[in-house]
């Protein structure tokens, strides 16, 4: 009996010891409460809306006069609401943009809301903004740019001053925020109090970021500060909505310049894209991009905006890669976002509730090759599917590359995989590899890199199986899954294809056979009684198509593209003969580049062979991911004889560099001309401009 009652005492320990076993300890940097909140909140969006929304630019220069800014109808409910119904869980409010205005009655400038005529200076746009994001329930964020190319004392120290109130007025007036958002674009041209000249400051010292973030803590505290370098949410280093394949949530910036400390604007900007493993810091990835071309609205894109299901591609390449998606939103000169915005926000929001709105693995048998502890109540498999982030399936210490086998208990069709850990452990999962067992044996159908806070696998094909296998194939310590699921992306028409050959023939296609494509060229959308594409047709003197495909009642989203004439009779030169490769800048190949010297008394010639109308011009910079040689100022003149030149139009390819795409430029008036000459009067970084392509449209 004595034995017995030893032998019992001793397996109690054992079980005891073994249930009282620890949780994993953390991995690597670690999140704030803050930033965790701020992982959660997966998609939200910027908001531009200020001056130059009304003189057609993406970065006023701060000449503008506030008599300009005068919505007839901002609705800011309209605006949160449009990005509500997306399923977007806040905004960022541009509360000050590079010109300097203010959307608030501040008192560090005269240039603001306070002096314009909208609602007879009596108006605030941010409180409006404010104010409908508690009555819709969306959270609220703040970007106040530290550039100001309005104000006299930019570039100087009583300036930092100035925007230091700034911040403060905002903070006070305006919160709660879960955002603080700083932008890297810093120091240029501007009017600065009427100087009209160019400043340049030292990014690395000139705001003083420490302290003046110092702020931001001390007065919103849950507020996430974003920032090039930080403190709490990177830059993904792009303008297109996607973080890297491997994503990384930690990350060590890295200055752009030898020997300083890398700030906003001077960080190795790529290195954002996919993190570093191992990072100094907790610092995960917003992806920012527009909803249109630009961050401001232009009547000339309208019509181009981004599709339901591109935007859904952005998500599973932003959201999906534990990253957020910050979508900018753009309301035009009345104040509201268009209604064809307004159905592309929600149509896609709906795509995103449909696809997630049933997770297949619900109600599966899983059988882990490893629970921690064998304590299947605290670390076990069932906290897969129990929708709570930071509860977890966790292995021993030992165990880093354990396998789970999902019994679905009947075939289901399935084209999504969602992965989490509990990021509160840091992010510790570095691979994975997901089979089904097909016959007698398993097939792998996708890999993946870096989980963290969420990882969405899209398929390329839908899969139908029973039974799934989760491997995880690479971890330097074990592993804590918070989350699996298996999900399915509702069927869909793609958009059509449209592509045009530098002879000018047109082609219409589409990722699969559907019924039939319809297209127009009057500029309304198509519909059954539109033209049938069956063949290519020529456009060699340019206009609007617009096509959509058609199969079963169901149409899908439109695609709409401009041309100019074709570039085949066309001759090209550069003043004095000092260029290269001009013939590219006209080639029809964005990837190809002609070299032309920069400065007023060069510039790229081009001969049209005949006279045309010329309404806007068109430039395209390169392509390849460089910034030497993009022209981010320019002339451009016209001729009817190529001797005596008339200037139609001068100005700057704001934000280009970030966001480079095909500029369109309207003059003033339509012209008519055999020549014109496209002159570079600065580039971003280099000797020379280099061109992709330049065109014209009638």
Partial sequence: ???????????????????????????????????????????????????????????????????????????????????????????????????????????????????????????????????????????????????????????????????????????????????SWHDGANGGDGFYGGAREQRTIDRSTYYDWENTWAITRKMQPGAAIFGDAGADVRWVGNEEGHAGETSWETYTPESSEPGKQPANGLVKYWLGTEGTRDGKYWMPAECDVPLRSGWFYHQSQDGQSKSPYQLLDLYYKSVGRGACLDLGLSPDKTGIITPEDQKILKTFGQLVKQTFAVNLAKGASFTASNVRGHNNQKFGTAHLTDNDRYSYWATDDKVTTPSLIVDLHQPKTFNVIRLRENIKLGQRIESVAVDVLKGKGWKQIATATSIGANRLIRLPQNITAQKVRLRITGSPVCIALSDFGLFKEPVHLSAPEIKRTAKGEVSITTEAPVAKILYTLNGTAPNNSSKVYDNPFMLANGGVIKAASFDNGKRSDMKTIEFGPVKTDWHISVDEDKGKDLIKAVDNDPYTFAEVPVGEKYGLVVDLGSERRISRFTYLPRQDKHTDGMTDAYEFYYSNDGKEWTKAINGEFSNIKSNPILQIVPLQSAIKARYFKFVPLRVISGDKAEIAEIGILN
């Fill in 1 to 179: 009996m004595t034995k017995r009652l030893l032998l019992f005492a001793q397996l109690s320990l054992l079980a005891a010891a073994v249930f009282a076993q620890p949780a994993p300890k953390p991995y690597g940097a670690l999140p704030t409460d803050r930033q965790i909140k701020w992982q959660e909140t997966e998609m939200y969006c910027i908001i531009h809306f200020s001056m130059a929304t009304f003189d057609d630019k993406e970065w006023g220069y701060g000449d503008e006069p506030n008599s300009l800014f005068d919505p007839s109808g901002f609705n800011a409910a309209q605006i949160v609401g449009a990005a509500k119904a997306g399923g977007f869980k806040g905004i960022v409010v541009v509360a000050k943009h590079h010109d300097g205005f203010c959307l608030w009655p501040t008192r560090t400038t005269s240039h603001n809301i306070s002096q314009s005529p909208y609602k007879g200076g009596k108006g605030d746009v941010v409180k409006e903004y404010q104010q409908a994001c508690d009555k819709l329930n969306m959270k609220l964020g703040i970007y106040c740019s530290p550039w100001d190319r309005a104000n006299t004392f930019y570039g100087k120290p009583e300036y930092l001053e100035i925007y230091r109130a700034q911040l403060k007025e905002l903070y006070s007036n305006y919160g709660p925020l879960f955002m």
